[in-house]
């Protein structure tokens, strides 16, 4: 079956096209270049991994609760609607709130790639455009690895949020260099890790999900130091003018990546009450505390990169989510990248103990 087949509503068309500004920019000069970046970039180069081999596809996983995340995750949990369902119900709602969840993962990771092609072709130093290429293998990698998941194991998938596609324009259409970094390294990867990891944490131990995430975080926080090396400096060097219009798109697009998370689709693909399930999301501390952790990320970063003026102070104060700029960024990061070390230590040690037990029994047969 096609992909058209598994959407719960098939988009009129299966392609997009948005008008991409700016200028493509070569560079004559292939010595020099920051050593950080050169650094990421050998990393980058390191770390490339295959979808198809180190993640554990034959693993099981329930169509019913793809993630294996427990109901208090679910955004309806302890409503009304959540209440007056029987099991069949709730099984669904489980499989279509965390479809929904995964085709936006989906479908913003396409959008990394073509925005990591896009700095690969607008950056004027020879030494990010290195870097960038080897995002956009992650991104490819990215996209395989989530739509096998949603093919394979869920067999359902939704179509791009319109607050994520909204941005996505938003960012690709502006000619100004900076402006992917800012809208897809900083912003929507930013936001894209703390969600990850919230699912990675909460997914069962041994799931396929949990490895998935894990490894595909390894990648992101690369991405996200990639962003904050590349601005830091450059936005230094702003104009007042200049920094205000950054400022300004931080501010719109962290509305519009709140609002993301709602998930309305899924309300009225299931037949739901959509106005009484949006405002049981808006208002359950639950939903509040991890719409605020969403922006654990993107908050210190923006600090660090200057981007720090009253008008997205005021933002962040109003979304409840100000002090997280005196988080440790750089020791988030190095968690996040971890976490996929961990695991793969784990699987390790199992295999050889697997190995260690197969031969005592061949010794014993012989």
């Not at 489980?94 to 607008?122: D, N, T, Y």
Request: hydrophobic share 45%; proline share 4%.
């Amino acid at each position: 079956m096609t992909t058209r087949d598994k959407y719960t509503a098939a988009p009129e068309s299966l392609s997009w096209e948005v008008p991409i500004a700016g200028s493509a920019r070569f560079n004559w000069e292939y010595d020099q270049g920051r050593a950080r970046l050169l650094s990421l970039y050998q990393k980058g180069k390191d770390k490339q991994w295959d979808a198809q081999s180190r993640i554990d596809w034959s693993k099981d996983v329930d169509p019913m609760n793809p993630i294996g995340l427990p109901d208090e995750f679910h955004p309806l949990f302890g409503s009304p609607m959540w209440e007056a369902a029987d099991e069949k119900r709730r099984a669904e709602m489980r499989r279509h709130s965390q479809a929904w969840q995964f085709s936006q993962f989906l479908h913003g990771e396409q959008g990394a790639m073509v925005c990591a092609a896009k700095i690969v072709e607008v950056v004027p130093d020879v030494d990010a455009k290195f870097y960038a290429a080897t995002q956009a293998m992650d991104e490819a990698r990215h996209v395989e690895a989530f739509s096998r998941f949603l093919h394979e194991k869920v067999g359902l998938v939704y179509p791009i949020n319109t607050n994520l596609s909204a941005l996505l324009e938003d960012t690709l259409r502006d000619s100004r260099w900076d402006m992917p970094y800012l809208g897809m390294q900083v912003l929507i990867e930013g936001l894209a890790l703390a969600a990850f990891g919230v699912q990675r944490d909460l997914a069962r131990p041994d799931s396929l999900a949990k490895q998935l995430l894990a490894y595909v975080m390894q990648d992101e926080a690369r991405h996200v130091a990639f962003g904050r090396i590349s601005l830091k400096d450059y936005y230094s060097e702003l104009t007042t003018a200049e920094r205000d219009e950054r400022e300004e798109f931080v501010v719109e697009a962290c509305y519009l990546m709140r609002d993301r998370f709602r998930g309305e689709e899924v309300f009225e693909t299931l037949g739901l009450d959509v106005k009484a399930c949006s405002e049981w999301v808006e208002t359950a501390p639950m939903m509040s505390q991890f719409r605020a952790h969403l922006f654990s990320r993107i908050v210190p970063i923006v600090k660090d990169i200057g981007l720090w003026g009253d008008k997205v102070q005021k933002a962040f104060r109003d979304m409840g989510v100000i002090e997280m700029g005196n988080s440790d960024i750089d020791a988030l990061m190095r968690a996040d990248e971890e976490q996929a070390e961990a695991l793969d230590k784990a699987h390790a040690d199992m295999a050889r103990r697997a190995a260690e037990v197969d031969a005592v029994i061949a010794a014993g047969a012989g």
